[in-house]
């Protein structure tokens, strides 16, 4: 079993920036894939970035302004969001895929006023 917390969310001004970091405990696999995600309310759930062995994938509505990382000592997935914008708030999910399974974490709330 494989366990997600997310933190580092909170309320930043437009043009801001946060740092959302996922912590993985449980049994890691590798290779996996690691994911933010995020969900506005009244919207559907969407792909933020992923990061895995073969590269780092982005939605195009926040290329060049937000980038994942991760430390895998400490089994950690890292979003930096520079340049926030008020419709970047939403709720940021952390999802772990490995040996064809899918974890979630509970969602850490971001919020960009304008």
């Known amino acids: 079993q494989v366990q997600l917390v997310e933190s580092g969310g909170g309320l930043v001004q437009a043009g801001g920036s946060l740092r959302l970091s996922c912590a993985a405990s449980?049994?890691?696999?590798?290779?996996?894939?690691m994911g933010w995600y995020r969900q506005a309310p009244g919207e559907q759930r969407e792909l933020v970035a992923s990061?895995?062995?073969?590269?780092?994938t982005y939605a195009d509505s926040v290329r060049g302004r937000f980038t994942i990382s991760r430390d895998y000592a400490k089994n950690t997935v890292y979003l930096q969001m520079n340049s926030l914008k008020p419709e970047d708030t939403a709720v940021y999910y952390c999802?772990?895929?490995?040996?064809?399974?899918?974890?979630w974490g509970q969602g850490t709330q971001v919020t960009v006023s304008s």
């Open positions: 990061i895995s062995s073969g590269g780092r």
């Open positions: 999802r772990a895929t490995m040996s064809l399974r899918d974890y």
């Open positions: 449980g049994t890691i696999f590798l290779p996996n894939v």
